[in-house]
């Protein structure tokens, strides 16, 4: 794959098309790697030089390039050193995009038609006649009258989940092994479970309190502090569980050594929509106001509210990568929102989810009623271009209460009033796992290494934040630029021939005699002078004192006494 | 309609047998891995943390003789051993390893000032103020060495009167000359009983003399007059020299940039110098709070150690302006001589109080065989530290050093003094016609001249 740079240029002319291709999508690939854009050495611009070296988070340059505010990067020692360590990060990107490219052991599944075939017009029956055996036992039904309706939750590998029927049914089971470990009967409400780090632990929402429970079923802590919780999620990576209760108090609890972090009122009444964002770990709640407030636990006011919709707001989900939330209301709208921008992308008319879940690859399930939809990406992840892939009609009467892409599968499971069931969604999984960060046929003995190495990466709850590139990087100076004088009065000059120009309307009784208008627009006029402050102000008053040009003027002994610039 | 959808068979993903090495997968995607800045900060504290925690540089004390350390001597062939020689006459090979004397060099009547090797590690040198010079053979170490107890006794192979007590020596890098410093500065053979070649500048008595490593001709000396004089052994007279505010005890030159070479003066700084540009010092090295007693560079060249009279040793970078570490005991008195080990992973100093002291030269750095595992540990809290060093938290944690209570408030003095001086100056200036005074940086400041 090296090439040198003359035998580069030879081979532009001769690479056959299919390797044009693949030299376009391994560009596309390096620059995932990359992470935002490297620096631009030849830019001579200050302001740009800072923007990227905050991108790249090197505060010893950043430290450098603003002390010597200059507007070119002259100093040699910080360039070269800049563009040693771009070079370092372009062949680390240049390196993953290859493996990726060419070492990754599987390739994601798909669902592709010919001719006049539509997707949506496939069925779980088809897809189980033309996949392996292995898969199509990820297609049942699991029938459980009289425990619904279930939620459900994957352990970050896929490896296990666990179910938590609204009557008191917790079942935790091996869905590789498809062996039921545990199931307990609590006696009480369920209304929400939730994995803690890993199998080992789950957390349900109960009547009146949650629990901590054991992979054994053993009750291992009441978490009374919280009142009656609607809705339970953990943060992996801060070892947080977040709840929201009954009456809309947001909770943050750290599970390792059982403080609680922060019990934030929100003020918006009681909601059971709660997401996180696995991206930032910020906390998302849909009220019934159809806002999204967004949340983390160093601050009692929400980051971001958001108006979604008119009605109702009744699910939410985030894209894996961070960028994407769709939204669900009452009113029959789903909404994909652009979180960087926080724009509206686009809106899906005509369905009601009552539960929205994003997979892995970036495939949008919606269930309503005993009907879920898939919608996928067709523009490809470059636009957002949401529609139709796949449908899947339950048993009439079905209620779906919470649908879950299984990580790491081309799997969905629905949790719904007459128990769960586990359909094919090809397409929607993470092909390629890793071993360090989430692994399926993990090993007891690695499972407690990771549990140690998760432990000590924990993060602090302050590292929760909208944009979490910013750590490590600069803050930009808070205090304003001053505008030079020439800008002033240039602004100043825009405003007064706008109150110049303005054309005044026709007044009655009088009022609109010529010489009122004429006064009234030289009023216009002196307002908007009015506006900027008296620049030769300054001049008058460095004149009462000895000035810098009179210094030149004074004899030696009283030179001192002049003012210096 | 074609369809796929992932099924993993766990046949393909676990190990056969339960002697195979665990199957292990990579996925570098970021998305799978949010909050990596993070993540990536927090293991950066947490290694400047466990850095701290595992900084345990003193390793022993070698204890033997019966007065203050006054110098030592690498022995370049042989890693293990170092030459100390001390206030009474005595000299000692110590075995680093083991920390316990190998043999002894009785025959001085007075106090051992100076004391070298040869480069091929076969004849010690010493010298002292009972006016002799002594030449050794030394035994050649051999594996029963280390395990024998009793203690050898050697007999000097030469030993030459001369007219003066001697301050120091060194012997040349490829070579059979050694020089002495005392009254002058004196070249000698291993030969002969008298000095082949005799310098003088002035009457004040030389107090140290470093060989150049590159140029075998080459020598720098510091005397009394506060100078600092480069020789060329081709020429009749000095090369060039400095006269500087305060004296230079020691001198050591840069081996792997053999034309700079750094001083450590007495007024607790040590200056660097290009060695072609005397009149003014590359770098200025503070931090010691009292004079710097003896300097010796790392064989790596990018840091040097030196032992000071405020009781304490510092390792500085070669172009650092403050010290990376200091080390200090309760017990330790006046640092004499420091010598860094001929690997570049210890430091050993010699003080007042008649021990010598190893240790390492990185406090935390993990000593003995390394797993590829470690290493690659090591070197990854190494490069999230140093991606990180300028963030408050981390940097508060690396830079930290305890200080022994009365280096800290003469610190605390040393800062009052340069402030009030520097606000004198700056008022003097502020009324004074403009350009009549001029501010010297602190590089040229302590330089009063240079002659030729």
Known sequence: MELSSEDNNLTDKVLPPVEQESDVELETKVKKYLRGEGANLEVYNMHIALMIVAFRCEMQFLIMVSTCLLQTLEDKKLKTHLASREKLYGKSAKAAAKIEKWLLPAEAGYLETDGLEKTWRVKQTDIANEVDLLSSRNQYDIVLPDFGPYRLDFTASGRHMLAGGRKGHIALVDMMSMNLIKEIQVRETVRDVAFLHNEQFFAAAQKKYAYIYGRDGTELHCLKERGPVARLQFLKNHFLLASVNKSGQLHYQDVTYGGMVASIRTGKGRTDVMEVNPYNGVVALGHSGGTVTMWKPTSQAPLVQMQCHPGPVSSVAFHPNGHLMATSGKERKIKIWDLRKFEEIQTIHGFHAKTLSFSQKGLLAAGTGSFVQILGDSSGGSSHNYSRYMNHPMVKGYQIEKLM??????????????????????????????????????????????????LLDKLPPETIMLDPSKIGAMRPSRRKEKPSRGEIEAEKEVAIEAAKSTELKNKTKGRNKPSKRTKKKKEMVENAKRTFPEQGHNTTLKKRRIGEDAAAELPTSLKRFARKN | ???????????????????DLQRVFHNFDPSLRPMEKAVEYQRALKAAKLEKIFARPFIGAMDGHRDGVSCMAKNPNYLKGIFSASMDGDIRLWDISSRRTVCQFPGHQGAVRGLTASTDGNVLVSCGTDCTVRLWNVPRPTLEDSSVSSENIIKPSAEYVWKNAFWAVDHQFEGDLF?????????????????????????????????????????????????????????????????????????????????????????GNCYSFDGRKLDEAKCVHKDHVSA????????????????????????????????????????????????YSCDATYVISGSDDTNLRLWKAKASEQLGVILPREQKKHEYNEAVKNRYKHLPEVKRI??????PKPIYKALGVIRAVNDSKRRKEERRKAHSAPGTI???PLRQRRIIKEVE
């Open chain 1, 405 to 454: 892409f299984r990580p790491y599968e081309d799997v969905i499971g629905i949790g719904h009033s007459m128990g769960w069931s586990s359909i094919l969604i090809p397409g929607s999984g993470e092909p390629n796992f890793d071993s360090w960060v989430a692994n399926p046929f993990e090993t007891s003995k690695q499972r407690r290494e990771k549990e140690v190495h998760m």
């Open chain 2, 438 to 440: 001029v501010t010297k």
């Open chain 2, 179 to 267: 020089a002495t410093a005392g009254a002058q500065l004196d070249i000698w053979n291993h030969n002969r009983a008298q000095p082949v070649q005799s310098f003088q500048w002035g009457t004040d008595s030389v107090i140290s003399v470093r060989f150049n490593p590159g140029e075998p001709d080459i020598l720098a000396t510091s005397a009394s007059d506060r100078s600092i004089t480069i020789y060329d052994l081709r020429m009749s007279s000095a090369a060039r020299r400095i006269i500087m505010m305060t004296k230079t005890n020691s001198i050591a030159w840069n081996p792997m940039e053999p034309m700079n070479l750094t001083a450590a003066n007495e007024d």
């Open chain 2, 292 to 339: 710097v007693m003896d300097i010796d560079f790392s064989p790596t060249g990018r840091e040097f150690v030196t032992g000071s009279y405020d009781r304490s040793v510092r390792i500085f970078p070669y172009n650092g302006g403050h010290s990376r570490e200091i080390y200090h005991t309760k017990r330790m008195q006046r640092v004499f001589c420091v010598k």
């Open chain 2, 398 to 403: 690396v830079r930290h050093r305890h200080l």
């Open chain 2, 1 to 19: 309609m074609r369809i796929k959808t992932l099924s993993r068979s766990s046949d393909e993903f676990t190990r056969e047998r339960s002697q």
